[in-house]
Each structure stands twice: as C-alpha cells, then as structure tokens.
Nanobody
C-alpha cells in the first residue's frame, strides 16, 4: 500500500496550489480521506476530510479557501488551496482511514512566502 503525495511548492501569499495523493494497493472508494499538515515546531493537525459517503469537514483556518475532493476513477484525493497565507506553510500529508487501518503519504512541502 502506498499513498504518493505531490504538488507542493513555493507560492506568494494569495497564490494557489493543488495537492494530489494517488493511492496504490488499495481502493480509496471505501476510505475516509484527509489532508493533514505539520508546521515546524507544531503538532500535526487535520486540514480537511472527505468521508467515504462524500461529506466534508474543514479546519476553521482553511474554510472558504481550501477544497478537498476525490476522484474514484483515478484513486486520487486532492486539496485545492486558494488564497494561501504564510500560516499555511507546512508539510502536508494525505491519509486514508478505514475501520482500524490508517495509511499515510510521505508528505509534500508547501511554503507560502513573499
């Protein structure tokens, strides 16, 4: 099982990025999928979650700016990030959870700086 995250990079405040997380070895269809982030010196925090039934939940800090989505056919979960802020700088991780099983991607670095 592997989750391969990509799409991170350097953006100026107000910019956009789209993160992707492609799964192999599992079908994401039945999983609850999430994006988490960890900034330097801080704990990992949940950013956005899309449940297997399609419902979504967002951290207050990203509501209205980030959108999580899944493409079942491509076995991929996305995080569209708009109007980026310096506080969004972190390593972003994708996660897939089903029953007692949790899988993590390797992380992709997002840096927001002028």
């Amino acid at each position: 099982v592997q989750l391969q995250a990509s799409g991170g990079g350097l953006r100026q405040p107000g910019g956009s990025l789209r993160l992707s997380c492609v799964a192999s070895g599992i079908s994401l269809r039945a999983y609850n999928l999430g994006w988490f982030r960890q900034a330097p010196g801080k704990l990992r925090e949940a950013v956005a979650v899309v449940a297997s039934h399609g419902g979504t939940v967002y951290a207050d800090s990203v509501k209205g700016r980030f959108t999580i989505s899944r493409d079942v056919a491509k076995n991929t979960v996305y995080l569209q990030m708009n109007n980026l802020e310096p506080e969004d700088t972190a390593v972003y991780y994708c996660n897939a959870v089903r029953d007692q099983t949790s899988h993590w991607g390797q992380g992709t670095l997002v840096t927001v700086s002028s």
